[in-house]
């Protein structure tokens, strides 16, 4: 072959060459693939095989049983509440749960952390939820628990904390606890120690819907006349009358008539006890009507202890008014003991207290056991429980 000739055939085969580089790179382009993506292809499905591997939950031993209990049922916003979870066998291969929650107005209200804490979300207040745990391990095994999410609280805005004295009477107390509840809002009860034996199931409810339950004394005597025994007998009943109820010992105590001297603060302060008096007195056992209890409620003023009695029937509607009523106002209805904490004032037991300043700075209305001085009585307005409105059943 002459020279001139192969030079034309290799001219012609790099020309071939090049032109079937330049088809295949078109149609590499109209397809959207090259060896390139290829491989990134492989790779790419390799690592999600490997993340799917990685992501598979052991479920070889699943749960048979599954117990999940809140400690109440009610939280406030900016509160956290851990729950108790407990399964068998101990050793479950997959122990996540999914949480849902219904009845209110999102789905979202609250979130429980992989350790069982429960947060409630910042605009979840005023709903009453269900919350569902259900197990991931293809038991089939679900928990639910209702949750009462109330308002938080502001110490920075009014504060009023109602309290109710000489019950619990469920004809009475169950109608105010039906506002208390509707509006979210809480409240103290002082109650009778012989009523909390009589109407327990009233005294659990104040307790179950977070309502602050202290004690009045055991029978409603004047406790600066009893000598050293009886005055330790009218506590130490009371006290064992709350524990008996709700498992635990009542933190606060109003003395009848707000009696209370240097005698009176030793004494209950032995027991745990603070005294709690107060600085709006309604006089309702007075007036006996409800629109004059009303008004009287509605003079309150950021940080007053506000005294009425729950057992009668003619403050059910006064009741019914105030509590969103005062809401309206702006007012956060809480318990003296929440009243006290957002203050940054302390309840020491056998120290007496009226009310909370607004300015959180100490209002000198705390009396020490061993301050006479102003550890005096209170009030002599307080009516006497009058046993006639009660009648056992």
């Known amino acids: 072959m002459k020279k001139g000739k192969i030079v034309q055939y290799i001219v012609a085969v790099v020309v071939v060459l090049v032109l079937l580089c330049g088809i295949f790179t078109i149609l590499r382009r109209l397809t959207g693939t090259s060896s390139t993506d290829t491989i990134s292809g492989k790779e790419n499905k390799k ?19 599954l117990t999940i209990t809140a400690p109440q049922g009610y939280i406030r916003v900016g509160e956290t509440m851990q729950l108790d979870i407990k399964y068998e066998p101990a050793d479950a291969s997959n122990t996540d749960f999914k949480w849902t929650t219904s009845g209110g107005d999102d789905e979202d209200l609250v979130e429980v952390s992989s350790d069982g804490v429960l947060t409630p979300a910042e605009d979840s207040e005023k709903n009453t939820v269900t919350v569902t745990a259900e197990a991931t391990d293809g038991s089939g095994l679900s928990q639910s628990f209702e949750l009462r999410i109330l308002p938080e609280i502001d110490p920075s805005k009014p504060m009023v904390a109602i309290t109710f004295d000489d019950g619990p009477y469920p004809d009475t107390t169950n109608v105010m606890l039906d506002a208390l509840e509707e509006n979210y809002a809480k409240a103290t009860f002082f109650c009778l120690g012989q009523n909390v034996n009589y109407y327990p199931e009233t005294v659990q409810r104040e307790y179950d819907l977070g309502m602050e339950v202290g004690t009045h004394t055991y029978s409603h005597v004047q406790l600066t006349t009893l000598s050293a025994s009886a005055l330790d007998q009218e506590i130490s009943k009371a006290v064992e009358a709350n524990k008996s109820v709700l498992g635990v010992a009542p933190t606060l105590m109003r003395p009848p008539y707000g009696s209370a001297d240097k005698t009176v603060l030793n004494a ?44 009668h029937e003619y403050n059910v509607a006064a009741v019914q008014r105030f509590v969103p009523d005062l809401m309206e106002e702006g007012f956060q209805l809480v318990t003296v003991s929440e009243l006290y904490k957002y203050r940054g004032e302390t309840l020491d037991p056998g120290t007496i207290h009226f009310r909370t300043d607004p300015t959180t700075e100490s209002s000198g209305e705390t009396a020490p056991a061993g301050d006479e ?21």
């Open 268 to 311: 209950v302060g032995k027991y745990g006890l603070c005294c709690i008096n107060w600085s709006l007195d309604t006089e309702d056992w007075k007036t006996k009507n409800a629109d004059a209890t009303y008004q009287m409620v509605m003079k309150a003023t950021d940080g007053d202890v506000v005294l009425l009695h729950d057992i």
């Open 373 to 393: 001085s102003q550890a005096t009585t209170a009030s002599d307005t307080e009516q006497e429980i009058d046993e006639t409105d009660i009648e056992d059943e």
């Open 47 to 65: 690592k999600a095989a490997e993340a799917t591997t990685e992501k598979k939950v052991d479920n070889s031993r699943p749960m048979t049983s």
